[in-house]
């Protein structure tokens, strides 16, 4: 979608534009295709989970994490670190999709900790040690079933995969990496105007309600498991402080993604 409104420019017939993660937004930022986002919104959140510009307003956060089939060695002694994944005694056991846009953040955390050569070994253990699904829904079943024993997905598909089969039927559980691990990755979704909106106002007013307690409220008790980021407003109750698992990753470390989509290709994970 970033990619469709970089080719339409100003012709673009689009309003408003809402990712999954900061680095399609910073692409249309870099670019200047993005309106500055009123002020009053953008106090809505804390100012670390929207852009450092004030182009796109921060509305919700997820974190990766490990899950692991039930009763398997993944779920008994799961891995402190996501660079645990490339070492050999992972072969076999493990998944991952690395065409999800959630991935990349991670590649990109990997890039940033260790440098480019780390990354690539990383990278090249991964391909080595996994089986590779197209979506992390698929991924999540598959670990559910015990086809493979772990992987890393947002957290949310793991609670979506329980509220589908019940609890009873769930053969899983989630794992998060140690704070402060490239793995231990929060990060927010956002919507931003763009700057060729015939309809500036109503753009401006629909980021309005998204960061407001109303719509962050829809959110938070909603089936999709994200934390809300508009003080006051409590996420599910079953879902961890988000401050155990770690911090918002900067936007500026996270950058436009495209490095770690050029490691992705290089790896021959992605076409």
Known sequence: MANQILQEG????????????????????NKNLLAPV????????????????GDWVGVSARTAAFVAASGTPADTAPPSSVLDL??????????IAPSETDF?????????????G???????????????????????????????????????YWYRLRDEKTAAATKSALHYFTKGDPGALVDVSGAAVLNSSKHQAAAQASLAYLASAPAQTVIANSQSYEY????????????????????????????????ALQLLQDAGLLQ
């Open 118 to 156: 780390a990354a690539k070994q990383w990278l090249a253990g991964l391909k080595a040690n996994a089986k590779i699904y197209s979506s992390n829904e698929d991924l999540t079943n598959a670990v559910n079933s015990g086809e493979v024993q772990g992987s890393v997905v947002d957290h949310y």
């Open 86 to 95: 490339a070492k050999p005694e992972w072969k076999d056991r493990l998944g």
């Open 104 to 116: 990349t953040p991670i590649v990109t955390r990997v890039l940033k900790a260790s440098g480019a």
């Open 38 to 53: 009123q002020a009053d919104t953008l106090k809505s959140v804390p100012a670390d989970d929207s852009s450092p510009k």
């Open 10 to 29: 100003s012709a673009s017939p689009a309003d408003v534009f809402y990712a999954e993660n900061p680095p399609a937004l910073t692409v249309l930022e």
């Open 228 to 259: 809300p980021l508009v003080a006051g407003v409590k996420s599910k109750e079953n879902l961890p402080a988000l401050d155990s698992i770690g911090t918002v990753a900067p936007v500026a470390d996270l950058g436009d993604g495209k490095d």
